[in-house]
């Protein structure tokens, strides 16, 4: 393996059953800057994956037995040892992700900030008595653990995504089988690898890698797992909603976004830009909370769009490995294809070049910053998730216009918007069709805010003294005869 770490142990090319490490490594992991294999890692079917799940159920008497407490000291063991190697956490984020190795070590924080966070949720799972309806009877309600949890994770935060289900579903007493994205795969190992050696027991965090189909079929189908939590795209939801429904398993679903992104003529003008910066091309673009359409109002129009230009073009783009880089490749081909595919549908119904709009000189799956202005409502990049380094424009003159063509998505995961008027931010953050909103900021992800969507975006909240919640079942005792 190619990566040099100050702790090799990290870098892990099998997968992590009932506390043993196992699997020939046979799917080779990519470098999305170099197209280099750096590892390899297991493909493993239906037998290992069930095999895991049988090691979470039998782990899981043991585990949801321990007190809060003795869970919530491992999990800060974890959350402790994540901290200790952020380092090389981040360089091998970075090598099969591709983002900026400083966007790395800080997802690496973010995401121990799950542990952290919920290593202390876990003392804060409370019942309640309720007034009873006889004098005879108490009325008892309690939480217990859901159960067997799978958890199916995306590649564009490969460490953060993971501990956002984890964390809570072990801190709740739970036991999980992860299946991470193909694409990155070594971060989640290194993240057993730690949870292991902070003390998490055999069984209670398995992982397996190989076909995401093979693998989620049995994740969705075996009758032992309680709970499927899945983020990624809305397509893929909807399938493995439907593969669920049998078993009728709970869901949490992080899915897909298309953020509006308002800027009012009464906004500060540089911190607009600063902040559809910050959420346009943070990961290069690949995040489901990233800006897709910015609406400007008509007369600050062309000095947003001079501001926003002269931003994009101190962009560096190159290897998240080399110093000074903020834009790292796009995750594949398929990636670069698709923002490909929305600047020229866009140029195609009448939309302006104003920046980039072509592969970059580097080569491999490297898209130079992208700006369009002109945007309509009937180009593909208003309704898709474009997921890469493209601003799309679009001016619009009075509020409710806007708001309508906020709204006008199947999805409501995040929005913004840019004012200075207070009776404004309140009608409009309440208009807007979404699970979360950015007022005056771009950047909105933290452990402590209920992190998800409405509409196609999912269900359920990750972070937050809600995201336990999706991990606990409420049960009502009556006491009688009293
Ligand atoms: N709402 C959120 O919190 C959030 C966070 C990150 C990414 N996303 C969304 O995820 C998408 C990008 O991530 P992606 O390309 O990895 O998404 P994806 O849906 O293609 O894949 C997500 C995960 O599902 C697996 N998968 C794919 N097909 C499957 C199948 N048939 N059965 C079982 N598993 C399957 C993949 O291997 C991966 O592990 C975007 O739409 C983005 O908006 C949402
Ligand atoms: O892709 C969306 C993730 O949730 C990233 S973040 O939570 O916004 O950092």
């Known amino acids: 393996m190619t990566i040099a770490l100050a702790d090799p142990s990290l870098l892990r090319d099998q997968c992590l059953i009932d506390g043993l490490w196992t699997g020939v490594p046979t799917i080779p992991v990519t470098d999305p800057a170099t197209g280099a294999t750096i590892a390899s890692i297991p493909d493993l079917g239906v037998s290992e994956t069930h095999a895991a799940i049988a090691a979470a159920d039998a782990a899981l008497p043991a585990w949801r037995a321990k007190t809060a407490a003795e869970r919530a000291r491992i999990l800060r063991r974890w959350f402790d040892l994540l901290i200790a190697h952020q380092d090389d956490l981040a360089m091998i984020l970075t090598r099969e992700q591709g983002k900026a190795l400083a966007e790395a070590k800080g997802e690496i924080a973010y995401a121990a900030s799950f542990v952290e966070w919920f290593a202390e949720e876990a003392k804060r799972v409370y019942g309640e008595i309720i007034p009873s309806h006889r004098a005879d009877s108490r009325i008892v309600v309690i939480k217990q653990p859901v159960g067997v949890v799978a958890a199916i994770t995306p590649w564009n935060f490969p460490a953060a995504m993971i501990t956002r289900k984890a964390a809570p579903a072990l801190a709740a007493g739970c036991t999980m089988v992860l299946k991470p994205a193909t694409q990155t795969p070594l971060t989640a190992l290194a993240l057993a690898a730690l949870a292991e050696r902070a003390g998490v027991p055999a069984g209670v965090f398995n992982v397996v890698t190989g076909s995401s189909r093979i693998i989620g079929g049995e994740l969705t189908a075996n009758p032992l797992v309680s709970k499927l939590s899945f983020t990624g795209s809305t397509e893929v939801g909807r399938t493995l909603m439907a593969q669920c429904a049998p078993t009728m398993k709970k869901l949490s679903m992080e899915l897909g976004g298309n953020a509006p992104f308002i800027v009012f003529a009464d906004a500060d003008l540089d911190a607009a830009v600063e902040g559809a910066m910050a959420s346009k091309y943070r990961n290069s673009g690949q995040t489901c909370v990233c800006v897709n359409r910015i609406f400007v109002q008509r007369d600050i129009a062309p000095a947003f769009e001079q501001k926003l230009a002269d931003a994009v073009a101190k ?93 006008d998505s199947e999805v409501g995961l995040a929005g913004y918007f840019y004012t200075r008027d207070l009776a404004r931010a309140w009608r409009v953050g309440e208009a807007l069709e979404v699970g979360m909103v950015g007022i005056n900021t771009g950047l909105i992800s933290t452990e402590v805010a209920p992190f998800g969507g409405i509409k196609q975006s999912g269900m359920g909240r990750e972070g937050s003294r809600h995201g336990i919640e999706d991990y606990v079942e409420i049960k009502y005792m009556c006491m009688a005869g009293i």
Do not use: W
């Open 315 to 407: 962009l560096k783009v190159g290897p998240g490995t080399e110093a000074g880089v903020t834009q790292g490749p796009l995750i594949d081909d398929k990636a670069m294809e698709k923002v490909e595919e929305h600047v020229a549908d866009a140029l195609a119904k009448g939309a302006r070049l104003v920046s980039g709009g072509r592969r970059h000189p580097l080569g491999h799956s490297f898209y130079e910053p992208t700006i369009v202005a002109g945007c309509t409502p009937d180009m593909a990049l208003a309704s898709e998730e474009t997921f890469g380094p493209l601003a799309a424009l679009f001016t619009f003159d009075t509020e409710e216009e806007v708001i309508a063509m906020a709204n």
